[in-house]
């Protein structure tokens, strides 16, 4: 009876140290949430919704292949300063065969876990959407993608920012109509890139008609800043040129301005640049440092980065003709000085004269 009591003691104390121990289950997803997993053979999305007082967690993903693990992903997300992440990992499969797979997700913290998903999708064999993404362009500026649909129908787009597996910028463009012909979409970056950091582009079409289905693709992309020539001028006197911002890093250079006679360099000015992002523009002016005589000049406008890349050149001709460098000098009134007493007395004289008149005709 002693060892059979004993026995009943180690197994409560055992079940106990168990339940402790062992990872959370579905109902703490009521805390870390996934909202959103989407999947296929190249690259899974997910989305997490968290408590702001978590400020680091791990999420890892399993795909699976007739019961068999054939990839697997892990990301530790550290910072967190918002309520919900989306991350991009991009699968390097051992087996591409048709059929179905299904997506793991695990999201754990301190090795504890606090929600799990899984996702099924098809890979071969499967339905041809009605649209198609032909070409796909990110840069620094934003995103552009051209659609061919095989019908019209209406979708909504999501375009993401990615930069080291997480989304740092998203929007979404809802009930998008796509007509029967090739249509072109673009949306700008909201965000400010880093100069030389790798990012991707990611895009996503939801379709509901006549079924459910999601089209993705995506590319990567080196930040750049980047700006372009919108306008000029330039006479015997000087040059300005207009520049506009066409990207998200921000631009920092100068302008050069380079005046030629006879193809020989005769004058070379350098002006600095205010910080230009995607919208912004900025008119740069040169003065020369002498009015230009007459004759033919050519100009050389030059765009440089800070680190001395010319980023755009535009080339222009100055005509100076003989009209042109004439000084005006009716507007000088220093000649005019000498003259102005005898004016004043005659005036005087006149006044004085009238004056007279009008007093005795009283």
């Given at each position: 009876m002693i060892g059979h009591h004993l026995f009943q003691k180690a197994l409560l104390i055992a079940v106990v140290f168990l339940l402790a121990t062992m990872p959370a289950n579905a109902a703490d997803c009521d805390e870390v949430a996934i909202t959103g997993i989407y999947s296929d053979l190249t690259s899974c999305d997910v989305t997490i919704e968290y408590p702001e007082e978590i400020s680091e967690f791990e999420v890892h993903?399993?795909?699976?292949?007739?019961?068999?693990?054939?990839?697997?992903?892990?990301?530790i997300l550290k910072n967190l300063s918002v309520s919900k992440e989306t991350v991009v990992l991009y699968w390097e499969p051992a087996t591409t065969e048709d059929g179905p797979y299904d997506v793991?997700?695990?999201?754990?913290?301190?090795?504890?876990?606090?929600?799990?998903?899984?996702?099924?999708?098809?890979?071969?064999?499967?339905?041809l959407p009605i649209i198609t993404i032909d070409s796909l362009i990110p840069n620094s500026e934003g995103i552009s993608l051209a659609v061919t649909p095989k019908k019209p129908t209406i979708a909504n787009i999501e375009y993401m920012l990615v930069k080291d597996s997480?989304?740092?910028?998203?929007?979404?463009?809802?009930?998008?109509?796509?007509?029967?012909?090739?249509?072109?979409?673009?949306?700008?970056?909201?965000?400010?890139?880093?100069?030389?950091?790798?990012y991707r582009g990611r895009a996503k079409i939801y379709l509901f008609d006549p079924y459910e289905v999601v089209i993705v693709d995506d590319k990567a992309f080196t930040a750049k800043a980047n700006v372009e020539i919108t306008d000029t001028y330039k006479d015997e006197i000087?040059?300005?040129?207009?520049?506009?911002?066409?990207?998200?890093?921000?631009?920092?250079?100068?302008?050069?301005?380079?005046?030629?006679?006879?193809?020989?360099?005769?004058?070379?000015?350098?002006?600095?640049?205010?910080?230009?992002?995607?919208?912004?523009?900025?008119?740069?002016?040169?003065?020369?440092?002498?009015?230009?005589?007459e004759g033919e000049y050519t100009l050389a406008i030059e765009v440089i980065s800070?680190?001395?890349?010319?980023?755009?050149?535009?080339?222009?001709?100055?005509?100076?003709?003989?009209?042109?460098?004439?000084?005006?000098?009716?507007?000088?009134?220093?000649?005019?000085?000498?003259?102005?007493p005898?004016?004043?007395?005659?005036?005087?004289i006149a006044t004085f004269f009238i004056l007279f008149l009008i007093l005795n005709r009283k």
């Open positions: 993903l399993d795909l699976v292949f007739e019961d068999s693990v054939i990839d697997s992903q892990t990301l793991e997700v695990r999201v754990s913290s301190d090795n504890e876990v606090l929600c799990g998903q899984t996702h099924s999708f098809v890979y071969g064999n499967q339905v997480r989304v740092v910028d998203v929007s979404v463009d809802e009930k998008v109509s796509i007509h029967t012909q090739t249509s072109t979409h673009h949306k700008q970056w909201e965000t400010i890139l880093k100069s030389g950091e790798e000087g040059a300005s040129v207009t520049v506009n911002g066409i990207s998200q890093v921000p631009f920092e250079g100068e302008i050069r301005f380079t005046l030629y006679a006879d193809n020989q360099a005769t004058e070379q000015i350098t002006v600095d640049v205010p910080l230009l992002l995607t919208g912004d523009d900025e008119t740069i002016e040169a003065i020369w440092e002498q009015t230009l005589p800070d680190t001395g890349e010319v980023i755009e050149r535009k080339d222009t001709v100055i005509d100076v003709t003989e009209t042109d460098t004439i000084l005006d000098d009716t507007n000088d009134t220093s000649g005019q000085t000498e003259e102005a005898g004016f004043v007395v005659l005036g005087a």
